[in-house]
């Protein structure tokens, strides 16, 4: 069976920094997309940045363009995000997903992305004090 396993998160002073780590297994090949989305108190979850496994190549909500990194070791199956320069804002439970239907448009699969969709990690708690 295919599963996605996050480790990270935890609880940080606003500036400060933290890295997640997602590593899927149960698939084959390196195909699709992974992808980070998060969940406020209360709101539904919201695609933060995915990558296209094959290529690379990466789509970031206009939130954490320039504050976080999404970054890849495809002999591990594993995405990183390195979260850098942390707001108040930025607190949530994380869930890493891994969708192998993904056709690479990372920017519409984040936007189109659900929990009935791909497979899906329990989740990991951020949390930025101000």
């Known amino acids: 069976a295919v599963q996605v396993a996050e480790s990270g998160g935890g609880s940080v002073q606003a500036g400060g920094s933290l890295q997640l780590s997602c590593t899927r297994s149960g698939y084959p090949y390196n195909s699709g997309c992974m992808g980070w989305f998060r969940q406020i108190s209360g709101e539904e979850r919201a695609g933060v940045v995915g990558i296209y496994i094959p290529y690379g190549t990466t789509f970031y909500d206009d939130s954490v363009k320039g504050r976080f990194t999404i970054s890849q070791d495809s002999a591990k199956k594993t995405v990183y995000l390195q979260m850098n320069n942390l707001k108040s804002e930025d607190t949530g439970i994380y869930y890493c997903?891994?969708?192998?239907?993904?056709?690479?448009?990372?920017?519409?699969?984040?936007?189109?992305?659900?929990?009935?969709?791909?497979?899906w990690g329990q989740g990991t708690q951020v949390n930025v004090s101000s």
């Open positions: 997903t891994y969708d192998p239907e993904c056709s690479g448009v990372v920017r519409e699969w984040l936007l189109l992305h659900r929990i009935q969709h791909g497979y």
